[in-house]
């Protein structure tokens, strides 16, 4: 992962911008499908991306999740704790990588997923991307990449800086997890444009959008006709998901309610329609200014 500098290097850039994230061609991710999850902070990506790993796993697939959070709490639901960060550890053997097992940075969570928090830098220093380009690297060295079929990055909030852009550089497809309000939407026309920009050279592409805690989608269906996006799969506002946070566990190990059955289901579903390939979308997001018109008014 190398840091670039636009006046020296402005061929081929993916943005405009002060500091470039460039992915090292040896580490690239292997023949793994690879998933991008973002949306706006608090949008529930997290428990998303778990489900999902989960259902992942229960079609009998190999999953990797990789949080991407500084917070490290993608993972907890699958794991059943908070787990050290990639940064943590490095630090404690002064980031000599060649010091580390497998073992002291990825833990197995439910159904046999394996879960890695790559972290953060300190806030307000460093660059997300040197940490996801770090922990891809470590994988790589000890081989843990050669024997998964799923790797879902589940990255923070908004997409900010190219930093927190970099596992678009990784992956097949971006998912982006929205509710059915302004805020929601307004930021993830934000990430489709991050999305567009770094599929001028990679290979990352639209996948769609996953409505979650909503129980209308008529605010998505607009945005998704104006831009060319598409929902994938709509998960409802379950109480039963929030309490699986506080229980610590995913969707698929609470109380079979119907409710929660479909629920999982969806899941399931939206797994299988990942695994067998989604056509890219070529969307195209709006000027800020024209997506606080077009969501402004009723």
Known sequence: MALLDPPR????????????????PNDRIGTAKVFAVYGKGGIGKSTTSSNLS?????????????????????????????????IDVLETVEFHAEELRPEDY??????????????GPPAGTGCGGYVVGQTVKLLKQHHLLEETDVVLFDVLGDVVCGGFAAPL?????AVVVA????????AMN????????????YDVRMAGVIANRSAATDEIDRFNSATGLKTLAHFPDLDAIRRSRLKKCT?????????????CDEYKRLAALLWAGCDPLDAQPMKDRDIFEF???E
Request: aromatic share 8%.
């Open 9 to 24: 290097n402005m061929a081929g850039l993916d943005g405009d911008g002060s500091v470039q994230v460039g992915l090292d």
């Open 54 to 86: 989960a259902a992942f796993s229960l079609l009998g697939k190999r999953v990797l999740q990789i949080g991407c959070d500084p917070k490290h709490d993608s993972t907890f639901t699958l794991t059943k704790k908070l787990m050290p960060t990639v």
């Open 106 to 119: 990825m833990f197995e969570g439910y159904n046999g997923v394996m879960c890695v928090e790559a972290g």
């Open 169 to 173: 550089q990784h992956a097949e497809r």
């Open 179 to 186: 509710s059915n309000d302004f805020d929601s939407i307004f």
């Open 190 to 201: 934000r990430i489709v444009a991050a999305i567009k920009a770094k599929s001028k050279n």
């Open 251 to 263: 969707l698929f190990e609470m109380e079979q309610t119907p409710e929660v059955a479909a629920a």
């Open 295 to 297: 969501l402004g008014f």
